[in-house]
T-cell receptor, first 114, second 116 residues
Framework: DSGVTQTPKHLITATGQRVTLRCSPR?????VYWYQQSLDQGLQFLIQ???????AKGNILERFSAQQFPDLHSELNLSSLELGDSALYFC?????????????FGPGTRLTVL | AQKVTQAQTEISVVEKEDVTLDCVYE???????LFWYKQPPSGELVFLIR??????QNEISGRYSWNFQKSTSSFNFTITASQVVDSAVYFC?????????????FGDGTTLTVKP
């Protein structure tokens, strides 16, 4: 158990809908990362937050948004869902952004868009 | 643009064999980070190592070792005396230096199967 929790584990929804994925980092970790893993695109970095502030942005679609709250949990919002958004979404956390910091991954949320 | 190439799509070895997973990267940055991650059949991702572009020393951790060669833009991963539990997909990744593990570019992964 990495100590990072993600809810829900599975999500099935329809095209055009909006969903929210939640990530709770390990206790004390300030940095949260979101990744998408799909058959078509492979593993992709989406976005990183550090202590509530956006730190880095990857290939995140405009339909997607994220935030990190004062209690450090993070949410990834996906809207106007398309079939191609079906994927495994991972979040990871680390203490900070230092070179010796290990990333710990959650179990992922599997999103299926029908 | 950054690019990571893992040319070996699948590798199959017999237990106790040594195996090397290749990773070649492209970047215009002079400073960057390189990573390896493991994804076992259960699906979770496991962080294995981060290496900064200043440090070309080889790294060894138990049966795992990493060889970073800036001259050839390679960051190869060797498992010595492989075990069935090493069966997994292994991803190599490259990130911008100032964002640490943020803004990473991943390779397509190498599926390693270790047979008993």
């Amino acid at each position: 158990d990495s100590g990072v929790t993600q809810t829900p584990k599975h999500l099935i929804t329809a095209t055009g809908q909006r969903v929210t994925l939640r990530c709770s980092p390990r206790s004390g970790d300030l940095s949260v990362y979101w990744y998408q893993q799909s058959l078509d695109q492979g593993l992709q970095f989406l976005i990183q937050y550090y202590n509530g502030e956006e730190r880095a942005k990857g290939n995140i679609l405009e339909r997607f948004s994220a935030q990190q709250f004062p209690d450090l949990h993070s949410e990834l919002n996906l809207s106007s869902l398309e079939l191609g958004d079906s994927a495994l979404y991972f979040c990871a956390s680390s203490v900070a952004t230092g070179e010796s910091d290990t990333q710990y991954f959650g179990p992922g949320t599997r999103l299926t868009v029908l | 643009a950054q690019k990571v190439t893992q040319a070996q799509t699948e590798i199959s070895v017999v237990e106790k064999e040594d195996v090397t997973l290749d990773c070649v990267y492209e970047t215009r940055d002079t400073t960057y980070y390189l990573f390896w991650y493991k994804q076992p059949p259960s699906g979770e991702l496991v962080f294995l190592i981060r290496r900064n572009s200043f440090d070309e020393q080889n790294e060894i951790s138990g049966r795992y070792s990493w060889n970073f060669q800036k001259s050839t833009s390679s960051f190869n991963f060797t498992i010595t005396a492989s075990q069935v539990v090493d069966s997994a997909v292994y991803f190599c990744a490259l990130s911008e230096f100032d964002t640490n593990a943020g803004k990473s570019t991943f390779g397509d992964g190498t599926t390693l199967t270790v047979k008993p």
